[in-house]
């Protein structure tokens, strides 16, 4: 008998995130705002000032969908 793959018996989750909730911006916001409200919550989230980094992770995730959707525009 072979072990299981160890992939197989990791949990897989995986949901939508509102990166304008995440970033705490409006729709409409421009690249400066983006970048200042995402520089804001990086202190207070960063792994490194005490953070989790699952939630640096989703509000870097979330900084780079709208960063990159400003620049593309």
Do not use: C
Request: glycine content about 4%; hydrophobic content about 35%; cysteine-free.
């Amino acid at each position: 008998m072979t072990p299981p793959d160890r992939t197989d018996a990791l949990p897989s989750f995986s949901f939508d995130i509102d990166p304008y909730a995440v970033l705490g911006v409006t729709r409409d916001a421009s690249l400066q705002e983006i970048r200042d409200a995402y520089r804001a919550k990086s202190k207070k989230y960063h792994p490194d000032a005490g953070g989790e980094d699952w939630s640096f992770r989703i509000l870097a995730q979330a900084y780079e969908l709208l960063s990159t959707n400003r620049v593309m525009q």
